[in-house]
């Protein structure tokens, strides 16, 4: 197999095929990408910073240093343990895919950073050998359906034009994105309570936290995992960090064991797959304002207390007079607007009524004037960038809007959670979601003073720092510390020796407070080596420091499953078979057979079994 890419996810990818699944893989990569970290340009550094990076460019290590040296492009793979051959190439030609083997290959992954150079060498791969199973990254959703079909359909060709050898079967193309694969497990761990939703083609998965009670799951359908328990600020660390790990899909007789312990439990699987959340997800996307934005919140209480007024001037009308309600209703409204008889010959009360109605009415045009402005305001800056209204709170604070960022911001928005956005390039690709979406943006450097504050930090329910820069992220959180000692943060960190010591040293200075970092390329990467494999991973859920993974699987092939029930093919610790892929009610009794096809979750080594 063979693994192309620009950054940490290509050495991911790698290290996954290599180390899980037991494929052998040659890398390819630039010259020297792991040694020099790109400095940032356009404000000055802190001392702080200086030494943050200088710590991650140790933790990094000298993998992959071949150019300074004069090496030539192949390097040995002692250098990059991952991998069992390294080829470095500034650029991806056919000549160093021809190189790396990619006519003889049973695979490609193309997971560079930029979309276009993915494109290319897809193009130039499927030509090369038609019979390869390409995955590629790429960001733009729409044009991956179209590069999908536009592959998949070269490979068809070429199997009409070897007289239909099997090469249609085998050739396969899919399109992933690292940001679309980790945004729902970063939103839901940025919020407590949030559950984690899997979408496929008929079928809902609904997961959610919750303590066990002493009979299992509860009204849950399955544990798929049981967290840690020793501490209660948020146990998990690094990957691998600490002596106690969370235990993936514990059987029967420990789930009973484990009464009162945090666990992940399925909650609901049905087969209206993605009705209202999609429906929620186009209201969320929608450039038109809703009512309750156009005025402020001020105004509707001055109108809602105007309307009390004219309500209680009718029903006080109606007791003095004796009228009819809906007479007494109607008078009132006159004399509101001042198109009334005057009460000359009324009795006392009445005129007394009619004077108070004018002054109500004199207050009431002001009223619809603020109103009018307000409205024509809103609608005018309905494209401009929003700013923090006073007095939010409960949010959560949004730090970096690139890829990431972005689809980290539409999965909060479409669970209905305020966000604050702040972002420091006024370029950034996120700034035309966030103002679609109408969500308040922050444009500044946040190792700024000042910058946390204007977001309302010292009010907001938790900081998701997702920028692609380590020491920005640890820097902005540390601040936000000082300012809120029991915030809840999450961290995108690459390297995880770096990510072990900032985790200790974080849960030692704050024992209260809840930290949670997370890897993309270890999010990401179990779904990429899954499709380079054949299989089709339909989402990954953190479960702490540790991956699940829920894919769909054909029954036949496979003895674990075949011709057994969906109880018996359950193994803890591996795989759990949780419905026939469409259908919601998959009774456990059930027996698999040909032509089933099943969503299971598994571990990463579960997942390598089931081939």
């Given at each position: 197999m063979v693994v192309c890419g620009d950054d940490g996810l290509a050495h991911r990818l790698a290290a996954e095929l290599r180390g899980v699944y037991g494929e052998q893989v040659t890398l390819v990569v630039p010259p020297n990408e792991r040694t020099v970290r790109p400095p940032v340009v356009g404000r000055a550094r802190s001392a702080s910073a200086a030494l943050f990076d200088r710590v991650v460019s140790a933790a990094v290590g000298t993998v992959g240093r071949s150019g300074a040296g004069g090496q030539p492009a192949g390097a040995t793979a002692g250098q990059h343990p991952e991998a069992d051959g390294v080829l470095e190439a500034a650029e991806l030609t056919e000549a160093v895919l021809a190189e790396a083997g990619v006519a003889r290959a049973a695979a490609l992954a193309l997971v560079y950073d930029d979309d276009e150079t993915n494109i290319r060498a897809a193009l130039t791969a499927r030509r090369l050998n038609p019979r390869l199973r390409l995955v590629l990254r790429l960001y733009n959703r729409r044009l991956g359906q179209h590069i999908e079909e536009l592959l998949d359909q070269a490979a068809a060709l070429a199997a009409g034009d070897d007289g239909g050898t099997g090469t249609a079967t085998e050739a396969s193309t899919t399109v992933l994105s690292d940001a679309d694969t980790a945004a729902p497990a970063l939103a839901a761990t940025a919020v407590a309570g949030t559950s984690r939703v899997v979408q496929t083609e008929g079928l809902l998965l609904r997961a959610v936290e919750r303590p066990l009670s002493g009979d299992g799951p509860g009204t849950g359908l399955h544990t798929l995992a049981l967290l840690s328990g020793g501490d209660p600020a948020g146990t998990e660390g690094p990957y691998g960090a600490g002596e106690q790990q969370p235990r993936l899909l514990p059987d029967d007789e420990e789930v009973r064991q484990a009464a009162g312990r945090q666990a992940v439990v399925l909650e609901h699987v049905s087969a209206t797959a993605g009705g209202e959340s999609a429906a929620s997800a186009r209201r969320a996307m929608t450039g038109v304002p809703p009512l309750g934005s156009l005025f402020s919140r001020r105004l509707r209480w001055s109108l809602a207390v105007l309307a009390g007024c004219v309500v209680g001037l009718a029903v006080a009308l109606w007791v003095v007079t004796g009228i009819h309600p809906l007479r007494a209703f109607y008078i009132t409204l006159l004399d509101l607007f001042a198109i009334d008889d005057p009460a000359l010959r009324e009795p006392l009360g009445r005129q007394l009524l009619q004077l108070l109605s004018a002054l109500?009415?004199?207050?009431l045009l002001p009223l619809l004037l603020a109103a009018a402005l307000e409205a024509f305001g809103t609608f005018r800056t309905a494209s401009a960038l929003r700013k923090p209204p006073?007095?939010?709170?409960?949010?959560?604070?949004?730090?970096?809007?690139?890829?990431?960022?972005?689809?980290v911001l539409t999965r909060l928005r479409e669970l209905n959670i305020p966000v604050v956005c702040v972002e420091s390039d006024p370029e950034a690709r996120g700034l035309a979601t966030a103002r679609r979406l109408r969500v308040p943006v922050v444009l500044g450097d946040v190792t700024q003073e000042g910058v946390l504050e204007a977001a309302q930090i010292q009010r907001a329910q938790a900081l998701l720092a997702v920028t692609s820069s380590d020491t920005t992220n640890l820097e902005a959180v540390l601040y936000a510390r000082t300012v809120r000692p029991d915030l809840r943060v999450v961290l995108r960190l690459y390297d995880d020796d770096f990510a072990t010591a900032v985790y200790r040293?974080?849960?030692?200075a704050y024992p209260r407070a809840l930290t949670r970092s997370r890897s993309v390329?270890?999010?990401?990467?179990?779904?990429?080596?899954?499709?380079m494999l054949?299989?089709?991973?339909?989402?990954?859920?953190?479960?702490?420091?540790?991956?699940l993974l829920f894919a769909a699987v054909d029954v036949d092939g496979h003895p674990q499953l075949e011709g057994r029930t969906v109880r018996e093919a359950f193994r803890a610790g591996s795989w759990r078979v949780l419905a026939l892929l469409g259908r919601a009610d998959t009774s456990a009794s059930h027996v698999l057979g040909k032509g089933d096809r099943v969503v299971v979750a598994a571990t990463r080594r579960g997942l390598a079994e089931l081939r």
């Open positions: 109500v009415g004199l207050l006073r007095g939010l709170s409960g949010h959560v604070v949004l730090l970096g809007l690139g890829k990431i960022g972005t689809r040293t974080l849960r030692t390329t270890h999010l990401a990467a179990p779904a990429f080596a899954g499709a054949g299989r089709q991973v339909l989402g990954a859920v953190a479960v702490e420091r540790r991956v």
